[in-house]
């Protein structure tokens, strides 16, 4: 099991080397204070999905999450998640081809969230919350899905945008593929 979550040597150096800066550069402006959720945890077999939204691999990763109150009911949420994925047979994350089942390889992203509702912590604040299994499969039925923020951190949400997105996969041989709340370059494929 520990052996999906580690990336390759290899793999962490192509991301690190050619990821762009995190967004969280661009989200400062949300942040007010100390955060009131600052948690990180191991989420393993979530569904990935490529540009037109089908869904090509499975991820598991480490998310760090932050979430602060930006006035009544608003919050401000940054999530960034370092992790593996494993590919399902058939069309590739960035529609240029196709990608082979088990293609393995991995990732590195971060999303700025603005959320209205109410706040309502079923899980800590602070700390490592453990390891969630989804337990996804291909059609995105999940095992649970308490592995989101919305989950574990809100009784009711209001209103839920993407201030900004921006994610590197990378699978040694096969492609990179960079991905932004508003572009996508390269693709993984073979």
Known sequence: MLRRVVLSALTIAVLVVNTPAPAEAAAEP?????????VTETVLNVVDVGLDG???ALDDYGSW????RTGPDRYCVIEHAVGSFTAFAGASPALTGTVAEGRKGGFVGTTTYRVTGTFSPKAAQTGYLGLIDAG???????????????????ATVDSFDID?????????????WIQTIDSS?????G
């Open 185 to 189: 370059t390269g693709d993984i494929v």
């Open 65 to 68: 999450l932050r979430i602060w």
């Open 54 to 56: 089908h869904i090509w």
């Open 164 to 176: 900004s997105f921006n994610a590197a996969y990378a699978s040694p041989r096969h492609g990179r």
């Open 136 to 154: 996804c499969d291909r059609e995105e039925n999940c095992a649970t899905f308490d592995y989101r923020f919305t989950e574990q951190y809100f």
């Open 30 to 38: 949300c942040r007010v204070g100390a955060p009131i959720v600052n």
